[in-house]
């Protein structure tokens, strides 16, 4: 069982280039989630899709899209990069059950290393 | 907006030590808390997971509890291990939206 698998693992780009970072879960889950790490600064959430077909964003979207490719994928692309989106990427994805049942915890996959220069 | 904080940003403490890490949040209306394990340059690693309903959950020497009309848990680690040295993060699952949203984590370092 692979859980959440990210791809790739390290990237160096040059400011201005496009790249996508992909993510895909074999869970069965509707959320999925990209957030983005910097130093001292937690996880700091992307976007985020609560089903197939849908896309919301979170508390720093600017410089990025994302695509709900199906239930099983959720990519992020960065269509100009800048030496801002500098970090480390992390895709996750849950499952919400019906209040006041249990929902499932949040899974993680390893995290993308972008260098941007 | 709901804010996650997390108390203190760093701890040091001697080895053998029972120890408390703090989480407190905004909005009440969660559908869980999870605590997270993070060694530098590495992944997440989920170390308990509390639905809204929970007062508390137990795994080996960790203990975390919810308090929901308080916004605050806490994650009490019992007799520390230099192991145990790592970033400790907390994160809300919320239920008007569906977002996960993270505190900027403690980071802990047990003294041998």
């Known amino acids: 069982n692979a859980g959440v698998t990210q791809t790739p693992k390290f990237q160096v780009l040059k400011t201005g280039q496009s790249m996508t970072l992909q993510c895909a879960q074999d869970?069965?889950?509707?959320?999925m989630y990209w957030y983005r790490q910097d130093p001292g600064m937690g996880l700091r959430l992307i976007y985020y899709?609560?089903?197939?077909?849908?896309?919301d964003k979170g508390e720093v979207p600017n410089g990025y899209n994302v695509s709900r490719l199906n239930k099983r994928e959720f990519s992020l692309r960065l269509e100009s990069a800048a030496p801002s989106q500098t970090s480390v990427y992390f895709c996750?994805?849950?499952?919400?059950?019906?209040?006041?049942?249990?929902?499932?915890?949040?899974?993680f996959g390893q995290g993308t290393r972008l260098t941007v220069v | 907006k709901q804010e996650v904080t997390q108390i203190p940003a760093a701890l040091s403490v001697p080895e053998g030590e029972n120890l408390v890490l703090n989480c407190s949040f905004t909005?009440?209306?969660?559908?869980?808390l999870q605590w997270f394990r993070q060694d530098p340059g590495k992944g997440l690693t989920s170390l308990l997971l509390?639905?809204?309903?929970?007062r508390e959950q137990t795994s080996g020497r960790l203990n975390a509890s919810l308090d929901k009309s308080s916004g605050r848990s806490t994650l009490y680690i019992a007799a520390s291990q230099p192991g145990d040295s790592a970033t400790y993060l907390c994160?809300?699952?919320?239920?008007?939206?569906?977002?996960?949203?993270f505190g900027k984590g403690t980071r802990l370092h047990i003294l041998p």
């Open positions: 996750a994805s849950s499952e919400k059950g019906d209040l006041p049942f249990s929902n499932t915890e949040a899974f």
């Open positions: 869970m069965n889950h509707n959320s």
């Open positions: 899709s609560a089903s197939e077909g849908t896309t």
């Open positions: 909005d009440s209306a969660i559908y869980n």
């Open positions: 509390i639905q809204s309903s929970q």
């Open positions: 994160a809300v699952s919320l239920v008007r939206d569906d977002k996960i949203i």
